[in-house]
């Protein structure tokens, strides 16, 4: 590892494994081999953007070995992380904030390292940049429900996101659904976009181990019998409404809800709800979860229940799937069509509706069992093989055209 010299002031690149400051100097692959530069800012987020970083990225290294990676940082700490790959080359790009860093500092270094392509794995790329751009839009549920996010994300989505979608050279949705309502809500060329399913990650997956899956019980308290929801605790997730159906058949069934996620926003007046309807001792909030313990708990969960109001490609009922977990979800958006017939589905605003389906499922051993083998169908026909696979048809085909 070395720091180059700083032509490009006030940032300053590292590298791991030294290829040499100039790419002519650098080995040669194939004549039309490409130098493919990922931008990284996201690799440390522990939610969903981050996972797919990092899911994506370790993929796309495995699978392909014709081209040379170079992989952008903001943060020294990720050196020699991939290191170990032949075809990677690692650099730490320094800027003030992410505006700086997207459209400043990456573009210079593009330039300087003479890149074909830049893949940005969140929903920006440069504006101004020698090469070609491929971003990724994870979900459309800020042009549908502007009013779940925060006003200033808001204004962000309405103004800025389009522009950076009419200019990159390709962008991956993360679903049909994504796709319809990008072009529906900015006018966007539908050619240039192409949908590209998510997975649930390996480690999600039925558990037989019993004196594992007690250990996970103990150390989070989780109840004997419970239904179980994953995800961040703001107005989109839908979680009053869940606590309203919950209490209705409290007194019908012996579960309990365990709710894990970090709050996000606007939560306070959905979580007040626990305490009005009499919930305190049949609620356990978790938090966030580390994600080496989730498997377990959708392994020890009856049900999980998962009424968002539109979610674009919902990584938690696949995981549930996996996990051989029956699942209950919304009927909108692209969750039936990333979940198939493995779910029961239901219309979010219903609170009744919600109830009933959640004591059907968790008294119907028949409907349960038919759930959980459908589920372990389903979910098997993603991964992110698959995922890094057509993306990297994208990347290819982009290069030749």
């Not at 180059?4 to 650098?26: T, V, W």
């Not at 979610?311 to 979800?329: D, I, K, Q, Y």
């Not at 919600?354 to 028949?366: F, G, K, S």
């Not at 038919?370 to 169908?377: E, F």
Request: proline content about 6%; charged content about 25%; hydrophobic content about 40%.
């Amino acid at each position: 590892m070395r720091t180059i010299g700083n032509p490009l002031r006030p940032f300053c690149q590292k590298r791991a494994l030294g290829l040499g400051s100039d790419p002519k100097s650098e080995k040669e692959g194939p004549e039309d081999a490409m130098r493919i530069g990922i931008m990284l800012r996201t690799l440390d987020e522990k939610y969903g953007i981050g996972m797919y970083t990092r899911y994506i990225l370790k993929e796309l290294l495995e699978l392909d070995y014709r081209n040379q990676y170079l992989l952008m940082y903001r943060k020294p700490a990720y050196l020699g992380t991939y290191a170990h790959y032949p075809h990677v080359q690692e650099i730490v790009v320094n800027a003030p904030n992410k505006l700086m860093w997207d459209q400043v500092a990456v573009p210079l270094i593009a330039r300087r390292e003479k890149l074909d392509l830049l893949f940005h794995t969140k929903f920006t790329v440069p504006l101004f940049v020698h090469c070609k751009t491929i971003m990724v839009l994870h979900g459309s549920e800020w042009f549908i429900y502007p009013e779940f996010s925060k006003w200033w994300d808001a204004l962000y989505v309405k103004a800025v996101m389009p522009i950076y979608l009419r200019r990159a050279t390709a962008v991956i949705a993360v679903s049909k659904r994504a796709k319809e309502d990008i072009v529906s809500y900015t006018g966007v060329n539908p050619n240039k976009i192409k949908t590209v399913y998510l997975a649930p990650g390996e480690h999600f997956k039925v558990i037989d181990d019993e004196a594992f899956l007690e250990n996970i019980r103990q150390k989070y308290a989780l109840p004997k019998r419970f239904i179980l929801f994953v995800g961040k605790i703001y107005p989109g997730k839908n979680i009053g409404r869940l606590l309203k159906a919950f209490s209705q058949i409290r007194n019908r069934i012996p579960h309990k809800l365990v709710v894990c996620g970090d709050v996000y926003w606007k939560y306070s007046q959905d979580l007040k709800l626990i305490k009005k309807l009499g919930l305190q001792s049949d609620v356990c909030l978790v938090g966030w979860v580390q994600p080496k313990d989730l498997p377990a708990i959708y392994n020890l969960a009856e049900l999980f229940a998962f009424p968002s109001r539109y979610e674009s490609c919902p990584a938690p009922p696949w995981e549930a799937m996996a996990c051989g977990c029956p699942v209950l979800t919304s009927n909108t958006g692209g969750t039936p069509e990333v979940v198939g017939d493995a779910a029961i589905f239901v219309d979010p605003l219903d609170v009744n509706g919600l109830a009933e389906a959640m004591y059907d499922v968790l008294t119907n051993r028949e409907l349960r069992q038919n759930l959980i083998k459908k589920g372990l169908k389903q979910f098997r026909k993603f991964s992110w093989t698959k995922c890094a696979s057509e993306t990297l048809d994208i990347i290819e085909n982009l290069h030749s055209n």
